[in-house]
């Protein structure tokens, strides 16, 4: 069974926008604020790579390749985690993942940049 569920990736070109969400319908509200959260990506032959942190507290970690760019955002009322990514570059094309706590079941969201 899916634990999270990402949705929001999708085809643009460079220098455009996208807004991932992750949403956590399985996990108990108190057990979802104290969870720190990430976002990871995945590209064809690579391995997987956090790209985004964030903590209980809304302390926030970014991978080098992002920062600036990307912005990890928790909404602890809806359940629901989000990276807003600006200014994509070709590769950031990867399946982006998220993880709240230990949970971290999910199909991904395709994120396609085309250049």
């Known amino acids: 069974q899916m634990e999270v569920v990402e949705s929001g990736g999708g085809l643009v070109q460079a220098g455009g926008s996208l807004r991932l969400s992750c949403a956590a319908p399985?996990?108990?509200?108190?057990?979802?604020?104290?969870?720190?959260m990430g976002w990871y990506r995945q590209a064809p032959g690579l391995q997987r790579e956090l790209v985004a942190s964030i903590t209980s507290d809304g302390r926030t970690e970014y991978a080098d390749s992002v920062n600036g760019r990307f912005t990890i955002i928790r909404d602890n009322a809806k359940k629901r985690m989000y990276l807003q990514m600006n200014n994509l570059k070709s590769e950031d094309t990867a399946v982006y993942y998220c993880a709240i706590g230990n949970y971290n079941r999910g199909q991904g969201t395709q994120v396609t940049v085309s250049s």
């Open positions: 399985r996990i108990i509200s108190s057990v979802f604020w104290s969870s720190p």
